[in-house]
């Protein structure tokens, strides 16, 4: 609801729709006015909150989740991994 208001934010959200609906038959007209629905932030929510509390299993691969750059452009957190080089993640500062 929010991207409405937020250049930036609605520009994320109206990509992220435009390459699911590629694929469809659909015109952009068709569709653009569901993107601010209740039932579409309620889906967007519930896959972020997956994405979020998502667990790595001993042995298995590890979660390759969306990480937003500061140019607001998107990548997945297994690009910046190196061979011989641990990856090390922090989730803010200690004080």
């Known amino acids: 609801m929010f991207g409405r ?9 109206m990509q ?3 390459e699911i609906m590629l694929e ?6 068709d ?5 601010y629905t209740f039932v579409h932030l309620k889906a967007m929510i ?3 909150l997956y994405e979020v509390f998502r667990e790595a299993d001993l042995y298995q691969d590890a979660p390759n989740g969306d990480v937003i750059k500061p ?8 690009e910046y991994q190196k061979k011989d080089r641990p ?3 922090n989730f803010g500062s200690c004080t």
Not at 5 to 13: E, G, K, L, Q, T
Not at 71 to 78: A, E, P, V, Y
């Open 46 to 48: 519930s896959a972020r």
């Open 16 to 18: 992220d729709f435009r």
């Open 87 to 89: 990856l090390v993640l």
């Open 24 to 29: 469809s038959h659909l015109e952009e007209n």
């Open 71 to 78: 140019d607001l452009s998107k990548t997945r957190l297994l």
């Open 5 to 13: 208001y937020i250049p930036a934010m609605d520009r994320n959200i």
């Open 31 to 35: 569709w653009k006015d569901t993107v």
